[in-house]
Every structure is written in C-alpha cells, then in structure tokens.
C-alpha cells in the first residue's frame, strides 16, 4: 500500500500539543502540524494603477496593486524599462486607490481604500525606500461590506477633500490640509450617505478653487424592493449626482440629481478652472456622454464599433478604463473598450461651453484594468490577465488618415460608427512586464531532468493563454556572443577616466597574451592601449583619476594618461602569484607568501609600502574592496591562506599590514571578494561583507566590521560542485557579487533583501562587470573559447520563464509518465471554435455581397474578400465573444521542453471540456494508455444546466504525439472531476461519484456513490482511499470496499469549505484550498480509520444516520490560513535538489508560495514569538489587523506567516534591535533564521 | 416586587426594541420579525455581490469563468443589485 507520511513525527522532534495517527493504524504519537508560509513570488496581476511624482523628484513614477500588494515603480525614461522601486504587502485587499497633491506642493501622496475599515494615505519616502503611513482614520468594520466605505475613492482635483464610498449607502468626505509646518492634515468624515442607493463609480469634479465637488453615479432601489409588479426594477433609472462639500459650513450638499437614459459603468473627470470646461463624461453602453452643470445642454456621441465584427450582435460595447492628460495647453483622454481598442477623446469647446466630442481610433492593445499616460510620453498598460506593458506614444495620432468620429456628425438613434482595428500605428513596445496571473493549475516536476524541478503551469485567459515554464533563476539576455582565438583564462573591463561613464577596454588574459579590446560601436581589438600584450594579466584596473595598471606574473605596469608607462619588477626569481587591486591600491602577493603593498599618492604616483609582510602560509587568495568615496584608501585586505584560514590585514599608515582578525574555514578559499551593499540612493552606508568562495564550492558570506576589521555572522550556501570564483560587478548602482562554480550565481540586495540567485545560462569561467551605451549594467563572462557580454534585467524575480501559447483559457494538465509530454485540456466560455469562426466569416461576406447593390458588385466582393483574408491575431485584438452558452475547446499534446504542440483535438462548438485523467485501465495492459475527458455541451453557467454530458476515451499511442478516439460516453449530469484509481477510473458526475472500467463501446458503470451533498470538484487517492471535494461541503473520505464493490463515505468535515483543489498529505491527512482563498489541512481523528477498514461488512458505515446529517466521523482542522487569494493548485514537493517537502501552493492573482513544516520546537517557538512582535511593532500599512487578515473566514490556526516575519528586514533598526532583544538574539541573528528557512526549502 | 418586575421587562424590552431599531437603520439587512424570504435572500444577494465586487481575486474568478471583461464583471453585479430575486411576491392584504 501506498502510504505517503508527511507529519512531523516521522521526524521525531516535534511532539505536543494535539494527536495524531501513525500509519497502519498503529499507537497514536503525540504531534502537530505546525506550517510556516512563505510566498515565493508575489502576485504579479495589477488591479489598480495610479501615476504621480511620489518621490517627489522630477520623475514620474507608478504605484500598482497587485491585490493585497502595494508596488511602486519607475520607468527609466531613456530606456523606457520599468523597474521595481518597493514592493509591501499589507496584509489586507486594496480595494481602491488615488493619488493627490496639494495645492502648491510638489509631491503625490497615496490614499488607499481597502477593507480595514480605514481610510490610509501614505507617502513614499525614497531616501529610506518605504512607504509611511500618514493618516490613518476609522470609519467602520473591516471586512469588504456592502455598506462600509473603500470600494471608491474620488479627490478633488486640487487635492482638498477625498470621498471615499461604499457599494451600497454610505460615502464619506475627508478634508485635506496643511497645517504650520506644512504637514498634511485629515479632518473627521463628512457623511454623505443616502440609504437604498447602489453605486457604480465616484469622481471628483474639476471646479477649480470653488468648493469641491464629486460626481456620483447612483442607482435608487427602495421602489424596485416594493413593486411586486416588477415594473419598478424595470423603470429604475441610475442617476447622477453631485456632492458639494461647502467648505464654509463644513458640510456636504446633494447638490444636484439627474437620472440618465442608459446606465453607465464610469465616469471621467474633465478638466476645470483654467484648464477646460470642468463637468464629466459619462461612459455608458454604447454611448459617451459629457455633462455638466449649469446651462451646458448635454453632447452625447454613440462609442464606434468594430467593422464586419464577429461578436454576439446583441452586446453593448462598454469603455473599461480611461487614462487622462493634461499639458497647460490641451487635454486629452484615451479611453479603452471591453475589445482593448483605444479611442482618443477630445472635447470642441467654445465660449467654456462643450460643443463636441470627437473620438478617434488610437490603438488596440490588451483589454486593462488600468492605464496610465506619463508627462514623459509613456503609457503604461496594467493588463486584466497576462503580461503588462509600457508603450512608448510615438504618435498622437493627429495628422493621420484615421477617421475622426464627432458627436456633431448626425446619426440615427442606435446607429453608430464603424472603424477597422489594425496594428500598433501611435504606440510603441518599449517594455513588457511578465504577469503569470491567472494561474490555473501548476506542478512541479523534473520533466527536462535538470536536477532542479521545474514548475509547469497553466497561465492566462483565452487567446492569451499560455503554458509556463519556471525555472529557479535569473533570466540573462545575452547581448553579444564573440568567438576568441584560444582559451582565455581571465577578463577584466576598465574606463580611461574614473568619472567615464563607460567601460573603455576589455582586457583578455590567455596563458601566455593579453588582448585589449576596445568598446565603442564594435568592440575591436587596439595595440596602443598600453598594456602589455606578450604575458598573461593578472590582474588591471583604472587607477586614480586616469591611469590604468596591469598586474603581470613578472611586475606591474601603471599606465599614465599620456602613455608614460611605469613599470616595477618583481624581485629576482620571484614572480607575482595573487593580487588585489582597487582604484587607488595594489597588493601583490609573491611566491613563498610574501605582501607587498602599494598606494597612489596625491601626484598619481604608485609608491610601494617600506615593509613587506611574509604570510604564515601561501596566499591563495585576495581581495581589495572599494575605496569609499571621499577617502584616500580601503582599509581593509582580506587574504585568504592555505591554511584553511581567511584574515584581513589593514592598510591603514597607523598600523599598515598588521594582521587585524582571522576566521578559519572549512576548506580552502578559492576566491575573495569585499563588496558593500544594501547601501540605498542616498547617503546610507551599506554593510561591508567579505565573501568567500571556498574549494568545495560553499559560499559563505562574513560581515566585516568597518572598524575594528572583525568578522561576524557568517552565512553559508552551498553553489555547485567546482570551486567557487568571485566577482565584484555593478548592480542598479550597488556592489553585487558574482559567484560561479557548476552554476553562477548572484548575490545582490535588492529592495531590502539578499538574493542569491542561480543565472539561469550555461557555465561560465570568469567574469566582470560591463557598462557601455547599449548595455549600462552588464557583465562580460568567457566560457571556453568565446567571450560573452550579458545583462541581467529582471532583478528580484526569483524565476526564469519560458512560455509557450495556447488558444483558449487552460483549465488542468495530466503528465504522460513515460515522455514527459502534457495533456492539456482548454476551454472558454463565450468564444466561436475556429471553426464556426470561419463559418461566421463566410456568412458574413456573403451577407455583404447580398447587401450591395448590382452595381456595387465588384466593390462588395471586394471587401468580402478583404474580409475573409484579414488576420489579425486573437492574442493582441482578442477573441470574438459569442454570448453565454457558447463554448469552445480543444484537448493538446505539447512537449514542455520544446514548447511543441504534437496533436490537438477540437471539440464541436459548444462542447466545454471541463475535466481530465490519465489512465492505464488494468483491463488493458500496462502498454495501452488513456486520456478521458469530460464534456458538458451546452453548459449554460447560472443557473447550472447542461444539454447533455460525455466523457471523451481516447487512446494515447507510444510516443505520445497523437490522440486516437475511441468512444464517448454519455453521462447525466456535468463530469467536473475525475482520477485514475486502482486501474479504472473515478468520475464525478455531478454529486454521484462512479467508477468507471474500459468498455469497447462505452465505459461502464462499476460502482456508484450517491450520497455526497452538491457537486464534485475534486478528486484524489491514496491507497484503497478516495478524497473527494464538493463544491461547497468539503473533503469527504471515502473507502473502496473491493470485496463489497462499495464506495462509503466514512468521514466529511463541519465546516463549510468550497473547495477548488487539495492533495494529499498522508493517508489520513488532506490539504484543502478554497475559493475564498483559505488553505487548510484537515486529519482523521486517531482510531477512526482503523474502524472502517475493519469494519467486515462496511454496512456499519454504510447504513451509519452519521453525525450532525453527514458521516460518522468527522475531520479535524489542523492548520487554517487565509492566503488572500485563490489557490487553485496545491502540491507536496521539493523545490530544490536534497532539500525538505514543502506544500506548493499558487493563486489566481500569480504568486507561488509555500507552506513548510516546522523541524524543530525551538524554531517553531522563536517564529511564533517573531510573528507575535511583528505584529505589534509592524501593523500593517492597509491599517487591516494581520491577524485578523489572516484569520479573515477561519480563525488562523497553526501556521506562523514567514511574508509578516521577513518584513522584519526592511523594518527600522532600532525597532530590529528592540524586537532582537525581547527574543535574546541580535537583528543579525534574527536575519540569519529567516534566511535559514527559505533556504532550507526553497529559495 | 412583582409588578417592579413586570415595568423592568418592559422597560427592557422597550429598549431592546429601540435598539433593534438602531441597528435596523445602521446595518441594512438587520431582520426583524416580519422578514420576508425574499426580503432575506435579496439582502443575502446583495452582500454576495458586494464581497464579490471587493475581493479581487472572486472577481478574477468571475471573469475567467464567464470570459468576460472585469469591469463588465463588476458592471454587471451592480446591476444585478437592483433586483438580484426577482420582484418581490405580493403582500397579503391585511
């Protein structure tokens, strides 16, 4: 029997607190499941993006959502790459965001709506890179309640009051102002409720310096509620109302109140006062309106639809999002529709009152939830699902050939324009953003057999779907590529001047020449460097303000900047073994151990310190770090001595080359290298850390003490199995450190963490850092015979991504065992099959040509054909919708390595595939694989019908490249889930669960169960077990009694749970994810199972009335966690080779995380004390309770968050060293854990 | 002693009842002892759709399922608010 043994107590170290069963039904141990959560990648889908000069310096930046996540980010208006500044979660979902300024000022501060209860603004501090909470103000309960204000956010436009409003009734107005110290201040709320009122947006008006203003769109529904007619519903007009807040009286007026023809999903604010003639847009169905108050009539202009579209005829076209410019000139909106098409709004105006609105045809990109248009002509696009991007606005899209639609133009009621979309015309790419939200299903495997697994996961929605492949790593684009002619053993880059901004040579050392290349448009070798080329270097650098030294085995060159050339040479037979050498010193070690020293003084000159030190042992190595700006010197030399042992020595004059400490090390130090890092923008020093390669390939990593030179907490990672190489490069303007062994590896610190990350590209020898005009901050790396100059870009992503298309929204993926290739199932509501798409296609240019007139034939044929032979990608322009009930699928073969599709299968319009298993029927051989599907036709969602329901069998041949079909089988209601079981198959159809064996003409019905409550979602096995999940019930444990042929439900849970996935832990304990974004681990009671095993009839448990209306036992919650969004995959896996299983989780919004068990109490214990600090210390910046995040549907149970405990390295120091001391352990210390346990795990 | 009683369980259910009331006018949807099943299932509804609308991810969940935009998503739950059951059965004449 297959028994899985996840619990602690198979480790023998946990023990206490509640019980649990040993497998086989032996003596209960005492234990529980204690689970640390960490989140590996964040959720990277965007739900809100605001635009503002945060910083307050010139530059505009972007702070997102990301759901529960607050990012804010730079784009680099040269080269127009977005870069992550900070990334916080806050522990509680951000339901709403804006940002303001105050009159006069200069910088934006952030409001947040969210569900805490609390109106929070924040400002960005960027000299200490955080966020701080400026105001804090409650209003009401937590929680995302209909009638508790968060859900809108609308600011004056001048940034003196903010109204922050709820779905339903209440909406409250804040007064914003500075105090005498110029600081922001928050008055207490103004209501501004009415009762029985939905609201579907909220703005602020644009009046200059009256009194502030914000439009509403409303909707009554108290004479709807009493009309049993149904009449009332039916004549319910939405309404637009305007707020004054009268400054004067402090009070807030329902100025006025208009009810609108159609109903409207937003509006845009107009600019006011000096700028434009103030009022809204109202984007409705179909329509664009502009309104104002006073005598202007309103202008109302039809929303232009695509030419010959395929769409369901019967769909209004609504605008989705809309992003707002403004020079002191004009002003401008884009505004985009549900298809992803962009129109171009501006406003005729005459006399301060609107005449016109025209709408021009811009661009199509991916439908947003967000755009954003920079002062520095960029637009940043947060996309609903998939990646984001940044275009570049090339043009405005003024004087093209683009018809202009107006509202002055006459049309018919219920007419309206028509365009033909095309490709990018005004915008150009300039950055993408990789986004794996929605992930739908994931698993990590070694399916490329690389040692590391790898994760394979099903990513986005529709015709931007794709599969993904995740690897641990940086992604390395590989700039340049060149072939040398030999091996070369070294590489070094230096500029001509210290204050170049770019690298002027690349120097190559072989073993008996040097080639000097310089970079300019190419790079080319030069002979009239200076340097000399008949001898190997060891070692060059810039040296002061303009001379160059190079460091041969027989002595060293120093090159001045008018090519005079010093040399000194090595004394006698001695050669120059090891070197180190900075900006203004060398240190060269001769054979035998002796140091020799030398420093610049102020006339350049390189002079050499009047003792030399002999080393107790031979140097293998050294390292010189960074003269500080400012300063004469480093201070510090680290050498490492065959000894086993590392010192560092100082340079100091006072005590030069006296020996200041000493660490002895486990193996030989293979490479040294000093780097300062975690140093920010600003004047903050960072840490000084002397890291060390060893010969067994161990990295460890000391902080060395600025002072006194001592060595302390040391950190220790293993990189691969050839020694380690060190390397100091330039990384977003700080040191970070390249480490290489039988993978490179780097260490850098980014937005307050260190990350060492494996490169995911090929081995490489030797390396140093590269700048130049094409490629700032870069690397030049040899590996055999070629030099390669590479950049890293995507900092802080801890994977790699390769991803490949698919056509329609993946929804699960079985393995094929033998060859590593998937089975991926695909389907999409609302969408055509391809070929009903060319059906629709044909008819309509048949239509076209019906509808033209005999002398118009040509002409109509024409565009008929220029119809069916337009092409424009789905994935850019999106798929037609077809309307509810229209479905379409397909079943794919893909090799995941080549990202090659061997085989699909279509399945007839309105056939949804909603499940898959891969079987091997015992009844037919172990050679003869299987794939079944099921298939609900004519699925209609709400309420849940199907037409008809089948489950698709098809053959599998060897290879695994082709499906053969075999038959269908009809079943009653609609196949959710199914699972391989015993060499038949569990299918659950509806609320029956059936068990299924190979028939030549249909599968037939083995055994049934009936008694589970609403619908199967999910099934998993293990050994003679079954857990089944039902849709809103919870797991239930069922046993398959063979003798009996009997399917018995013996235990179910209390607690309502509507599952989305689980797994197995070990035969008697499951981990459950539901849609609310819980994860939980649920057990069977110590004793329970042994009674239904032995049970001889089952008739016990099958006849048992069961406990509380359900089965007899009940399932124990062990741990209880609330994610805060959807985890639709679970899986126990390890992450890293030799390292620990932990529970892979990933959600919807795009983060993977982890839960891991705790290996010892001691861990466990300090965790939970940490947590416990940090959530008093550290509240989070949404103003949301942590713990009451966490415990947001289920009170949190046994599971310590390790995201709340890692914020502790970003937190004030002198708050660390406070919570350090209430734990006994120094911040260091305390890093150092939370770096143990995500390394000891994952990464 | 009796009739003291008596005045203090009236007095308390007068306040009792005054409170209801409060919170009746607070929270929407607080029930009494006249609610209808329609008046409970609407209000029900209504939260529903209201959480919906807040959590994102529940709302990521909804456009996937229906492949449909998300602010059409939570256009089209506002607007299921106005009446999510239907219209309300007549009331029986007094």
Known sequence: MLVLEWSLEEAGVMSGTALTRTPHGGQPSLSAMHLYNLTLQRATGITHAIHGNFSGSKLQEIVVSRGKILEILRPDPNTGKVITLLSVEVFGIIRSLMAFRLTGGAKDYIVMGSDSGRIVILEYIPSKNVFEKVHQETYGKSGCRRIVPGQYLAIDPKGRAVMIGAVEKQKLVYILNRDAQARLTISSPLEAHKSNTLVYHLVGVDVGFENPMFACLEMDYEEADSDPTGAGAQNTKQTLTFYELDLGLNHVVRKYSEPLDEHANFLITVPGGNDGPSGVLICSENYITYKNLGEQPDIRCPIPRRRNDLDDPERGMIFVCSAAHKTKSMFFFLAQTEQGDIFKITLEIDEDMVTEIKLKYFDTVPVATSMCVLKTGFLFVGSEFGNHYLYQIAHLGDDDDEPEFSSAMPLEEGDTFFFAPRVLRNLVLVDEMDSLSPITSCQVADLANEDTPQLYMLCGRGPRSSMRVLRHGLEVSEMAVSELPGNPNAVWTVKRRADDEFDSYIIVSFVNATLVLSIGETVEEVTDSGFLGTTPTLSCSTLGEDALVQIYPDGIRHIRADKRVNEWKAPGKRSIFRCAVNQRQVVIALTGGELVYFEMDPTGQLNEYTDRREMPADVVSMSLGSVPTGEQRSRFLAVGLADNTVRIISLDPSDCLSPLSMQALPALPESLCIAEMGASEDTQQGTIYLNIGLENGVLLRTVLDPVTGDLADTRTRYLGSRPVKLFRIKMQGGEAVLAMSSRSWMSYYFQNRFHLTPLSYEILEYAAGFSSEQCPEGVVAISTNTLRILAMEKLGAIFNQMSFNLEYTPKKFAVHSETGHLLIIETDHNAYTEETKSQRRIQMAEEMKDAAGPDEQELAQEMADAFLHEDLPDSNFGAPKAGPGMWASIVRIMDPVEGKTYFFYRFPQNEAAMSLAYVKFATQGEFQHFVLVGVAKDLQLAPRTAGQNYIYTFKINADCTELDFIHKTVVEEVPYAMCPFQGKVLVGVGKTLRLYDYGKKKLLKKSENKHLPNLIVHIVTSGARIYVSDVQESVHFIKFRRSDNQLIVFADETNPRWVTTSCVLDYDTVAVADKFGNVAVLRLPPNTSDNVDEDPSGTKALWDRGLLSGASNKLEVLCNFHVGEIVLSLQKSTLIPGGNESLVYTTLSGSIGILVPFTSHEDHDFFQHLEMHMRSENTPLSGRDHLSFRSYYFPVRNVIDGDLCEQFNSMDPAKQRSIGEDLDRTPNEVAKKLEDIRTHFAF | ?94
């Not at chain 2, 259910?13 to 329609?38: M, V, W």
């Not at chain 2, 807040?54 to 229906?66: C, P, Q, R, T, V």
């Not at chain 2, 935009?69 to 299921?80: G, I, M, P, Q, Y």
Request: charged share 25%; with cysteine; proline share 5%.
């Open chain 2, 1 to 94: 002693m009796e009739i003291k009683a008596l005045i203090d369980m009236a007095g308390e259910r007068y306040n009792i009842h005054s409170q209801l009331e409060h919170l009746q006018s607070k929270y929407i949807g607080t029930g009494h002892a006249d609610t209808t099943k329609h008046e409970w299932m609407t209000n029900q509804h209504r939260d529903t759709y209201g959480s919906i609308l807040g959590h994102f991810d529940l709302l990521n969940y909804m456009a996937i399922s229906e492949n449909e935009s998300k602010a059409r998503v939570k256009f089209n739950l506002v607007e299921k608010m106005l009446q999510p059951c239907g219209p309300p059965p007549e009331k029986p004449e007094d």
